[in-house]
């Protein structure tokens, strides 16, 4: 895997108007501008409910970044993005153990692009829907058990 990387996580109230900012900019480009998704509005009014993760490189870039809302049982997880040129890297799987490590033994579930349900299932995500639309993009739900 390329790297190194590293990820922190922060409560909404306690990002930095620059982390703020950053993930905000790589969830746009990643969904808005990679993935045409422009239906449902990406700065959802959600995000102030979250625990964010972000995942940095060497340079302190912002290269990935998740979404727990951690007072639901299941924590949903959200908004799991990479920079479109780190995915494929490793980045996206490093990124999701560390969501596994914030999420202890917490069940947790999520809507994945169907696409990704094998890799989501190589981490321990299981299928648990038939594949539904969500912005015009095939969508599953998977769970993971705590």
């Known amino acids: 895997m390329p790297g190194p990387y590293r990820f922190v996580h922060r409560a ?4 930095t108007l620059m982390e703020l900012h950053d993930l905000l ?3 746009n480009e990643v969904f ?10 990406e700065v959802d009014g959600l995000d102030p409910q979250c625990l964010h993760i972000i995942g940095l490189d ?3 870039r912002t290269v990935a970044t998740a979404r727990l809302f951690m007072a639901e049982d299941p924590v949903k997880i959200g ?3 990479v920079a479109r040129d780190l995915q494929r890297s490793g980045v996206g799987t ?5 969501v596994h490590e914030v999420l202890g033994d917490r069940r947790g579930a999520m809507s994945a692009q169907n696409y990704l349900r094998g890799w989501y299932g190589s981490l321990g995500w299981v299928a648990d829907s038939d594949i539904y639309d969500e912005a015009g993009i095939p969508h599953v739900h998977m769970s993971r058990p705590g």
Not at 12 to 15: G, I, K
Not at 34 to 39: A, F, L, P, S
Not at 94 to 98: K, R, S
């Open 25 to 27: 900019w790589l969830r």
């Open 32 to 41: 808005v501008v990679g993935q045409k998704i422009t239906c449902e509005a």
């Open 94 to 98: 490093a990124l999701m153990h560390y």
């Open 12 to 15: 909404f109230e306690a990002l």
């Open 79 to 81: 908004r799991i993005a």
């Open 58 to 60: 060497a340079e302190d």
